[in-house]
Each structure stands twice: as structure tokens, then as C-alpha cells.
């Protein structure tokens, strides 16, 4: 298996849309997206959320401005732009259930209000998908990671801002998980 692979998978979602009389109610026609799956392994147990910083979960709220956030949220972000929202171990239950203190599941919430912002700015919908997962588990061979492009959830809306947004934050990920199948 590569280090570094990209697979493509179809995710069906409910969408809702307004109906042709704006007084009716919102219809949810199932749309097909294409996802495209980066994933890498790497024999190393490197975590990507190791080396960003955590957002304080009090800091959106502190800030009376937004030009006061906006400095804050820039100090503390990454030399790669990103920081850490939220770490979940996964892998809690799994090991309660085994007795043993593996596998390790490890889900990382990863990105930056400021991105978010950029994004839910031209799709609103853009905030059910950041910040973005990165999914770490140990398998047999090694580390495992996986990420769904962001691009990939946004095409569908069919919005040239956010889809450069998205790409841009794609790429600082896929730049992690590059440096951590290395």
C-alpha cells in the first residue's frame, strides 16, 4: 500500500431546498457527492493535532471585536495556519470493551475560525464541515490517517470563493499528513 493515496467514494445526503411556491415547505432531495479521501500511513505514531495549537474554547467569546478575534485567533495559529479545536479519543470504548490499551483511535477537529469564516461567508453550510477531521488509528502496519477534502463537500454548492478557500485549507492539510507519512 502507498503512503500517500487519494480515494474517491460517493456520500448521499439530504439537502434542503425551498420549494417552487416560497410559502411551502423546504424539500429534501437526496444529492450524490463524490468525496475524495486523502489518506496516508506512516510507521511512526506521529498525531498531526501533536504539533498545533489548541484553540482556547473561550476566546471567540472574550473578544469584543472582530478585528480584536481576528488578531487573537492570528497569534495563535500554526506556522501552517491551523490550529487544534478539539481532540477526540476514540478509542476509549474499544479498549474498555478489549482490556487492552489498544487500538487507538484518535479523531482531530483541525482548522481556524478565520478560514470557517471565509467559507460559511459564501456557503452557510460550509460550518457543518469545519473545522475539518483528521482521523489517526493504529492498524497492524502502522499509523493510519485519513481526511475528507473539504472541496470535496462544497462542489456541490457550486461557489468559486469558498471552493478556493476549501482548496487552500486542503492543502495545508494534505501538507500534515504528507509530512507525517514521511
Same mark, same amino acid.
Request: glycine letters at 6%.
Given at each position: 500500500?502507498p503512503?500517500?493515496?487519494?480515494?474517491?467514494?460517493?456520500?448521499?445526503?439530504?439537502?434542503?431546498?425551498? %420549494?417552487? %411556491?416560497?410559502?411551502?415547505?423546504?424539500?429534501?432531495?437526496?444529492?450524490?457527492?463524490?468525496?475524495?479521501?486523502?489518506?496516508?500511513?506512516?510507521?511512526a505514531?506521529?498525531?498531526? $493535532?501533536?504539533?498545533?495549537?489548541?484553540?482556547?474554547?473561550?476566546?471567540?467569546? !472574550?473578544?469584543?471585536?472582530?478585528?480584536?478575534?481576528?488578531?487573537?485567533?492570528?497569534? $495563535?495559529?500554526?506556522?501552517?495556519?491551523?490550529?487544534?479545536?478539539?481532540?477526540?479519543d476514540?478509542?476509549?470504548?474499544?479498549?474498555?470493551?478489549? $482490556?487492552?490499551?489498544?487500538?487507538?483511535?484518535?479523531?482531530?477537529?483541525?482548522?481556524?475560525?478565520?478560514?470557517?469564516?471565509?467559507?460559511?461567508?459564501?456557503?452557510?453550510?460550509?460550518?457543518?464541515?469545519?473545522?475539518?477531521?483528521? *482521523?489517526?488509528?493504529?492498524?497492524?502496519?502502522?499509523?493510519?490517517?485519513?481526511?475528507?477534502?473539504?472541496?470535496?463537500?462544497?462542489?456541490?454548492? $457550486?461557489?468559486?470563493?469558498a *471552493?478556493?478557500?476549501?482548496?487552500?485549507?486542503?492543502?495545508?492539510?494534505?501538507?500534515?499528513?504528507?509530512? !507525517?507519512?514521511?
Amino acid at each position: 500500500m502507498p503512503n500517500f493515496f487519494i480515494r474517491e467514494i460517493s456520500v448521499v445526503r439530504l439537502i434542503p431546498m425551498r %420549494a417552487a %411556491a416560497p410559502s411551502g415547505p423546504p424539500t429534501l432531495p437526496l444529492v450524490t457527492l463524490r468525496m475524495r479521501r486523502i489518506s496516508s500511513r506512516s510507521l511512526a505514531s506521529y498525531l498531526p $493535532g501533536a504539533f498545533l495549537p489548541l484553540l482556547p474554547s473561550s476566546l471567540i467569546g !472574550a473578544c469584543s471585536s472582530f478585528a480584536e478575534l481576528k488578531s487573537a485567533v492570528e497569534k $495563535g495559529l500554526s506556522k501552517v495556519g491551523l490550529m487544534l479545536f478539539m481532540q477526540l479519543d476514540q478509542d476509549a470504548v474499544l479498549q474498555k470493551e478489549t $482490556g487492552q490499551d489498544t487500538p487507538r483511535i484518535i479523531r482531530f477537529l483541525i482548522g481556524s475560525p478565520l478560514i470557517m469564516k471565509e467559507m460559511a461567508k459564501h456557503v452557510p453550510d460550509a460550518g457543518s464541515y469545519a473545522p475539518v477531521t483528521v *482521523l489517526v488509528d493504529e492498524r497492524a502496519y502502522g499509523v493510519h490517517l485519513s481526511y475528507d477534502r473539504m472541496a470535496s463537500f462544497l462542489a456541490p454548492y $457550486g461557489n468559486r470563493d469558498a *471552493l478556493e478557500v476549501a482548496r487552500n485549507l486542503d492543502k495545508k492539510i494534505e501538507d500534515i499528513l504528507r509530512h !507525517a507519512a514521511a
